[in-house]
């Protein structure tokens, strides 16, 4: 085709008319007749000249341009699903089955494969469990403690309840009662402290000494 007439009765050159023709034939087997076309085009046609070179097209190279918007769109759908796929493999997100032979399935049997997302959440969910029951038991190893304090207190009460009532009973002051605790209790401690001698003399005394030898004597 040397020249392409319009309808407005304006021509356009060989070149931007065959160009323009190879971009709308383009166009309508990609489905994509409703993207703008080059601004080399746009600038030296009008869009009544579009609009005849289309028809002209559509009446010597018929072509079902409804099945190409379809498919056009389900590729891109699939184009951006496999973009959706990709980055969630970047982020750790999504683990997809690759289809080899015993590959890990998905939940529910799922050839997708298995999703990151989930099983991190279920690791939380499990140390999370794990945390609660830790401070179970520390709570109750804690309330037996406290309760055995609370026992042994009580015990070392009666005790000594026990012992003011002997004291009072058998007529000794209350005060000379603990008088005589107290040196009970430093007498023990002494004799602890010096249990594990074999001879009779006392403690710091050198048998050797006169006064060590009267009080062996004696």
Excluded at 35 to 45: A, C, F, G, M, Y
Excluded at 60 to 66: A, I, K, L, V
Excluded at 110 to 122: F, H, N, P, Q, T
Excluded at 171 to 189: E, R
């Amino acid at each position: 085709m040397n020249q392409l007439n319009v309808a407005s009765s304006f021509t356009v050159s060989p070149n931007i008319g065959n160009r323009l023709l190879a971009v709308l034939q383009g166009r309508r087997i990609a489905g994509t007749l409703d993207l703008e076309l080059p601004t080399d085009i746009t600038r030296s046609v009008y869009q009544t000249n579009i609009d005849t070179a289309l028809q002209w097209l559509r009446e010597n190279y018929p072509y079902d341009e409804d099945a190409a918007i379809i498919a056009r769109i389900e590729r891109e759908e699939r184009e951006e699903e496999e973009k959706l796929i990709r980055r969630a493999e970047q982020l750790g997100l999504y683990k997809p089955q690759s289809g080899s032979y015993e590959n890990e399935l998905g939940e529910n049997d799922d050839i997708s494969g298995k999703s990151v997302l989930k099983e991190a959440r279920k690791q939380n969910e499990a140390r999370r469990r794990e945390e609660e029951e830790r401070d179970r038991r520390e709570w109750l190893e804690g309330e037996a403690q406290d309760r055995a304090k609370l026992q042994h207190q009580i015990q070392q009460n009666t005790a000594l309840q026990k012992a003011q009532e002997s004291a009072i009973t058998e007529g000794m002051d209350i005060t000379s009662y603990f008088i005589l605790l107290s040196s009970l209790s430093t007498y023990n401690i002494c004799s602890a402290a010096s249990g594990g001698s074999k001879g009779t003399s006392s403690p710091g005394m050198d048998s050797k000494t006169p006064s060590a030898r009267y009080e062996l004597g004696h």
